[in-house]
C-alpha cells in the first residue's frame, strides 16, 4: 500500500462567517483531490474557523468563567451544527463527487454544550467516524464544550486499500494516553486537526508519539499569522536497515497551501510485524495509576474536568 496520500490543509479561516469557510474549504479540498490525495484533513473546528467569543476578550489572561461573558458564550455556542445540517451533508457530497476522504472539524451541537468534533467521510460520501476531543483545553474558550469520552478507530476505505485511522485533536497530543490508545485499538495512521503554534517542543513531542506508537500521523494547523502554521507528518518509521532515520514526511512553512504527505503502509505494516515499540513488550499491570481520578499537587487546577 505505498504511496497513501493524505493533504493537510494549512489555511487562514472566513472568521466564523460558516458559508464563507465552508466553500474555500470545497476549494482547498478540490485542489488537495487534483493532487492525487486519498485524504483531506482540516485545521481544528473549521466550520468557525476557531473563532473566540470576542476578539475584544481573547488575551492571555481571557478566562471563560466570567459572569460578563455569559451572553457572548451563549452566542458562541450557538454556532454549533449537527451532522445532518448542511456542513456535513455538503462534505458528503464533495467527498463522494472527488472519490477522497474528508476529515472536517467543527463546532458541533450537543447537550448540555457543544463539542470539538471531526468526522471522517470516506470517498463514498459515508461517515465512518466521528470523534470529539477528549482533552478540552478547560482553561481556554473549549470550557463552554463537552468533553468527549472515547477513542475511535475506522476502518477507512480507499482506493489504494482499507487502512486503520483514528484521530485526536490538538491538545489530546500533548497527552501520550490518547495515541497509546488509538494504536492498541489498531490505528496505522492518526489525523490530528490542529489550532496552535507548533514549536520545537509540540513538534518533537508529536514525533514521539509517532515514534513510541510505530505509526504515521498527520496534523493540520491554520496558516501564519494566528497559528503560524508548520502542519506536519512523521511515518513512524524510526529505523532501517542503515540505523535511525529521520520520521519526518512533510512540513509546512507559514503560508496557507495543500501539502501532501506521502506514507508507504506496506513499509510501516513491516516495521510493526519486527520492531520492539508499540504494544510488543509493555507491562500494563504496573500501569494502574494511569486511571486514577485523583489530582495531587502541584498539579491542582479549578478549572480542571474529569
Not at 29 to 35: F, K, Y
Not at 71 to 76: F, R, V
Not at 193 to 217: D, G, H, K, T, W
Not at 290 to 305: A, I
Request: charged share 25%; aromatic share 10%; with cysteine.
Amino acid at each position: 500500500m505505498a504511496g497513501l496520500r493524505v493533504a493537510l490543509l494549512q489555511l487562514n479561516s472566513c472568521g466564523n462567517d460558516q458559508q464563507a469557510n465552508l466553500e474555500k474549504g470545497e476549494t482547498y479540498c478540490r485542489q488537495a483531490a487534483a493532487s492525487g490525495a486519498d485524504i483531506a484533513v482540516f485545521p481544528e473546528m473549521w466550520n468557525i474557523g476557531y473563532t473566540p467569543y470576542s476578539e475584544d476578550v481573547w488575551k492571555d489572561d481571557f478566562n471563560p468563567f466570567n459572569p460578563a461573558y455569559g451572553e457572548l458564550q451563549k452566542a458562541w455556542q450557538a454556532q454549533g451544527v449537527s451532522r445532518q445540517d448542511e456542513l456535513i451533508r455538503h462534505y458528503q457530497g464533495l467527498a463522494q463527487e472527488l472519490e477522497m476522504a474528508i476529515a472536517v472539524t467543527y463546532l458541533e451541537k450537543w447537550e448540555p454544550a457543544p463539542r470539538d468534533t471531526v468526522s471522517l467521510i470516506d470517498r463514498h460520501g459515508e461517515i465512518v467516524m466521528t470523534y470529539a476531543k477528549v482533552h478540552t483545553c478547560d482553561f481556554s474558550l473549549e470550557a463552554s464544550c463537552t468533553p468527549g469520552d472515547e477513542f475511535f478507530v475506522c476502518t477507512l476505505d480507499t482506493q489504494r486499500g482499507p487502512v486503520q485511522v483514528g484521530a485526536m485533536i490538538c491538545y489530546d497530543r500533548e497527552f501520550p494516553e490518547s495515541a497509546r490508545l488509538l494504536m492498541l485499538k489498531g490505528a496505522e495512521i492518526i489525523l490530528v486537526p490542529n489550532a496552535c503554534e507548533i514549536e520545537q517542543n509540540r513538534m518533537a513531542q508529536l514525533r514521539s508519539r509517532a515514534y513510541e506508537n510505530m505509526l504515521a500521523v498527520a496534523l493540520a494547523n491554520y496558516a501564519g499569522p494566528r497559528d503560524k502554521g508548520h502542519s506536519v507528518a512523521f511515518d513512524g518509521i524510526a529505523f532501517d536497515k542503515q540505523g535511525s532515520r529521520d520520521m519526518l514526511v512533510v512540513e509546512a512553512g507559514e503560508n496557507e497551501g495543500v501539502f501532501i504527505a506521502e506514507f508507504d503502509l506496506d513499509r510501516l505494516r513491516d516495521y510493526r510485524e519486527r520492531e520492539s515499540w508499540g504494544n510488543a513488550y509493555r507491562k500494563p499491570r504496573a500501569y494502574g495509576e494511569l486511571v486514577s481520578e485523583e489530582v495531587r499537587p502541584p498539579f491542582v487546577r479549578k478549572e480542571s474536568r474529569r
